[in-house]
């Protein structure tokens, strides 16, 4: 397989990570779930963006709220060796980051009302069994897999159904 062949299997992946991670970073903040305290991603915090990052201000969002949603994992899971949604590799966050800018805005922006997240994650989650708190779901390098990916999405989807924190991580 060539290399168009590769980055193709890693687009799909990432997209669909990137896609996950702005749910998963609206869906937690103050006015939805209330995991970190943020309203980043809230029409008046985009508006805000907007006036310091007039070109990149839905990115900044994302990137703001995901900061957030990266302490509060951390705070639970512990840094070093573990990787979730919101901390990957160096090579991977600069990869989403950089498709955050290529991506077409309104695929971001339809995320960040609450039904539409939520079926976001409904369509992209895997069964599983629910669990509170900290779970380890796998290695550090089955993150940017499809499969890993539902996985982390039913987690989620499964937490803001039951009112539960859940937080899939790989180590």
Do not use: C
């Amino acid at each position: 397989m060539g290399v168009e062949g590769s980055a193709s299997r890693i687009a799909q992946p990432l997209e669909s990570l990137l896609l996950l991670r702005t749910a998963v970073a609206f869906l937690g903040e103050r006015k939805q779930q209330n995991w970190w305290d943020t309203d980043f991603l809230s029409h008046v915090g985009r508006q805000y963006f907007r006036l310091i990052f007039p070109r990149t201000a839905l990115q900044a969002s994302i990137h703001s709220a995901s900061a957030a949603a990266q302490k509060f994992h951390d705070e639970r899971t512990g840094v070093g060796r573990v990787v979730h949604l919101f901390r990957l590799d160096h090579e991977t966050e600069f990869r989403l980051h950089r498709l955050a800018l290529e991506i077409d805005p309104a695929r971001l922006t339809r995320l960040l009302q609450t039904q539409s997240a939520l079926e976001h994650l409904r369509a992209t989650a895997a069964k599983v069994t629910p669990a509170p708190g900290p779970i380890r779901i796998g290695q550090p390098e089955e993150a940017l897999t499809t499969p890993a990916i539902s996985t982390l999405a039913g987690h989620y989807f499964v937490a803001t159904e039951s009112g539960q924190v859940t937080l899939p991580y790989f180590a």
